[in-house]
């Protein structure tokens, strides 16, 4: 769930060995008509909350493989190595999150930092969502370079290829009117076009040269 209310992924997920769920490394915050409405489905409820000061928590999690290739990309700290660049509280409410998906048998399972120093020198298109994806449909060069297959009114479908070279297909929806980063997703064992809201994306990554849509 995006904080814009965008269910950007919905998957039944089963324990298997080398499996992880991963998120972000400070506190996100959605707006109350939308919590209010999402909690309407009890599904929604493991990852969006009111918190003490009266602001709705929310928890963006999704699926990784914590195996080795993982390893050898990422670095994996098992206490806090930097307390400005993992919140407490963003601990605290994943914590609070997984207990609610798996039951209170996952308090007791480690909680591990993991960080990428990386240089990702494919292009970053931003802008509003039309403009994005006007930009895409008028430029079948950047389909090619991203991996895009397909693009529809708010939506777009990109190639996917794993460590092991298997090859699938994923697709993205975009919340109307909003500020998004599209880019692609290079490591953590997967590649392919990607988009993240654009506060989220630059706030733990350095732009080397600005692009956008216009």
Do not use: H
């Not at 493991?46 to 918190?51: E, H, V």
């Amino acid at each position: 769930i995006l904080p814009n209310g965008v269910l950007e992924t919905e998957k039944e997920l089963a324990p298997k060995k080398d499996k992880g769920m991963i998120t972000y490394a400070y506190p996100q915050t959605m707006s109350d008509p939308k919590a209010e409405e999402l909690l309407a489905d009890p599904i929604n409820e493991p990852f969006i909350w009111k918190r003490d000061d009266g602001s709705w928590a929310l928890v963006q999690t999704w699926p990784i493989n914590f195996d080795d290739p993982f390893r050898k990309e990422f670095e994996v700290a098992e206490a806090n190595p930097d307390a400005n660049l993992f919140s407490d509280q963003a601990v605290t409410e994943f914590r609070r999150t997984c207990a609610a998906m798996f039951g209170p048998q996952a308090e007791a399972v480690p909680i591990f930092y993991c960080k990428r120093p990386g240089k990702n020198e494919k292009p970053v298109y931003t802008g509003k969502t039309e403009d994005l994806l006007a930009y895409l449909r008028a430029n079948k060069d950047v389909w090619e370079e991203l991996r895009v297959t397909d693009v529809a009114e708010t939506s777009f479908k990109t190639q996917t290829k794993d460590k092991d070279g298997n090859v699938g297909e994923k697709e993205f929806t975009m919340q109307p009117g909003s500020d998004y980063a599209f880019y692609m997703k290079i490591g953590g064992g997967q590649e392919m076009a990607c988009v993240s809201m654009l506060d989220a994306f630059v706030r733990d990554r350095d732009l080397m040269a600005e692009a956008s849509s216009q």
